[in-house]
Structures are given as structure tokens and as C-alpha cells.
């Protein structure tokens, strides 16, 4: 009994609310309708009852307007991230597109590059650099199994990049023109003064044995001369960006600047000669150039 007092006494608002709901819906059902004071009794009735069903009934709305607020910004919220998402994956996608289409552009222009007579070529990427401040080079993704030899000339559209020095199976290392161990002979295309193009492992070239006296001028062009077997005749080297003709030498410091931007390199060509002989010839001259260390010559 003591329980059911207490449980009472608990509930005590709540059944007083139910109570009066009760008598109000009961009086409304009992009395008739059609008479004045019936109608005024009515009237009071339910201005008392109502106040108590609003105050009844306004938590439960409050809580379902509360949950219906917070399922629209749990939507909301998963909305936006479903969108950045969106957005991420557009992003990725556009510069995805625009690389390849780069990369399109710069395919395009090595096959549209003039075949060099006696010579068949072949393309490669650039997987790698192996530079530091005593070496300047590159790693193909190309070797043996495709075809590679020691001595070939490494191309772009843009001119000469240097040549095979080492080739495995399935890469090979590219001596660039950068590299201090690098001579090419070239010849000034203007007036047709011939030179030799060393490396610095630097960003600049340099035209040595170009006596003083003779014709060189700044934005001259300077080309491979086609002497000594593994570059062909015409390969865009670089233009003269700088001459010295001080000093006691007998020779002028003619500085060059490369046609090819060795640090964008992607994909390169290779030439290789057609003519078996003139490839052993060239491999022949290469070791004999390891064997005395010698790194360069007249040209």
C-alpha cells in the first residue's frame, strides 16, 4: 500500500492532468447541445482544458521538433562530405586529364621529330636522375631486350641530350650533355667554326677549342658536327649565350646555353645507326676513350 502512495504521489501532475482531460470530455459528452447555458458551460470547459493539453502535449512536440531539426543537420552534414568527396575526386580526375594530355603533346612531337637518315629510332622513358655535383645523368626505362646499345644519341624534339653510357637488360644510363665527362663535337651553323661542347655539371655548356679571332657571335647556333661516329650531323646542341676573349689563351670562353631543359625531361628518342659497322666503330671509339680517360679531343 505504502508503494502505491508513493507511485501516486510521483505521478501526482500526471494524473491530475489525465483526471480533468476526463471529467472535461465526459461534461462535453453529457450535456446537450441547443441551449445557451449548455453552450457557456462548454465554453468554460474547454478554455480550462485547454491550457493543461498544451502543457501536456508541448514537450512531445518540442522533442519531435528537436529531432526533426537534428535529422536535417545530420543530412546536411552528410551532404557536404558526400560533396567534397565529389569535388576531391573531380580534382584528381582534371589533373589526371591535363597530365595525360601533356604527356599526349610531348609523345606527338617525338614522332613528328625528322627521321635522321641512317639512323632508326627508338623512344624511352626517363625513370630516374642519378646527378649530384660530380655527375650529371639519366636512367631509361629501356635496355638490351629493347634494342639499346652503349654510344647512341639521346634526343628530344628540343635537341641533343647526350648519349648511352651504361645499358643493362632492362635500363640504361645516359651521359648528358651537363655532365663534366661530357665532349661532343659541334660546329657554330652560322659560320661554321667547329668546337668541342664539354659539361661542367652545371646549367651551362662550354665551346672549347674555338681560337680567338674567329667568327662567334652571341645567339649563334651551335649543331653537331658529325665527327667521330655516334652523334649524327645537325643536332641542335644550344645558342651561344656568352664569350670571353680576354686573357693569355689561345682560345675564346664561349658559353652555351642548352636547347633541352634537362631538369623536364620525360620521354627521350634514341638514334640507332642502321649500319652495323658504323655502331662497332663507334663502340670501339668509346672504349678506347675509357681505356685512356682522356674525356675529350680535337675535333
Known sequence: MGSLIALLKQ???????????????????????GTVT????????????SPIQSLILSPRDAFYGARSWWTGIENLTLENQALRLQL??????????????????????????PPKPGFIRLSARVRGESSSAFARSIILDAGTIDGLRRELAVVTPDGL????????????????????????????????????????NGSSLQMTYVAKGTDVAVEDMIVTSGTGGIFPKGLLVGRVAAIDRGGIDLYQKVTVKPAVRFELLEEVSLLVPEDPERFATAERLAIADDLSQSGGGQP
Open 11 to 33: 505521478y501526482r501532475s500526471e494524473l491530475t492532468a489525465v483526471i480533468l482531460l476526463m471529467v472535461a470530455v465526459f461534461l462535453m459528452l453529457a450535456v446537450r447541445t
Open 38 to 49: 449548455m453552450h457557456s458551460v462548454r465554453g468554460v470547459i474547454i478554455d480550462m482544458v
Open 88 to 113: 576531391q575526386t573531380l580534382k584528381a580526375e582534371r589533373i589526371r586529364t591535363q597530365s595525360l594530355a601533356q604527356e599526349n603533346l610531348r609523345l606527338r612531337n617525338l614522332l613528328n621529330m
Open 161 to 200: 641530350v647526350g648519349r648511352v653510357a651504361h645499358v643493362s637488360q632492362h635500363g640504361a644510363l645516359v651521359l648528358t650533355l651537363l655532365d663534366i665527362n661530357s665532349r661532343v663535337p659541334v660546329l657554330i651553323q652560322r659560320s661554321r667554326v667547329r668546337g668541342i661542347i664539354a659539361g661542367n
